[in-house]
């Protein structure tokens, strides 16, 4: 986790890796949630952002999951981004 361009209120979600011999126990889905009770409930953050590579199906299902929905797309080589996103409000609903 870390804040974005210094704003307390907008804070950036690395990259979740889980160990691929464990994946489908719903680890990450847990992670991601703790992160998110974390960030929204004691940081006191407003959105919270995540990048998924275009062709990884399977965490862009999990961040699905958990709330984050697609924010926007940014072209890089060799794989594209989806940046994700997920407000307080739509947390809290």
Same mark, same amino acid.
């Given at each position: 986790?870390?804040? #974005?361009?210094?704003?307390? *209120? ?6 979740? %890796?889980?160990?691929? +011999? !464990? ?8 992670? #991601?949630?703790?992160?998110m *009770? ?6 006191? %953050?407003?959105?919270? +952002? !995540?990048g ?12 699905? *999951? ?28």
């Amino acid at each position: 986790m870390r804040y #974005l361009n210094g704003d307390t *209120k907008l804070l950036r979600f690395g990259w979740v %890796v889980i160990d691929s +011999t !464990i994946r489908g126990k719903g680890y990450g889905t847990e992670m #991601l949630r703790l992160g998110m *009770k974390y960030a929204f409930e004691i940081l006191s %953050v407003d959105k919270i +952002t !995540i990048g998924v590579f275009e062709n990884n199906d399977r965490a862009h299902a999990c961040y699905k *999951k958990v709330g984050f929905h697609d924010a926007g797309l940014t072209e890089k080589e060799p794989v594209n981004v989806i940046e994700m996103e997920i407000l307080k409000e739509e947390y809290q609903a």
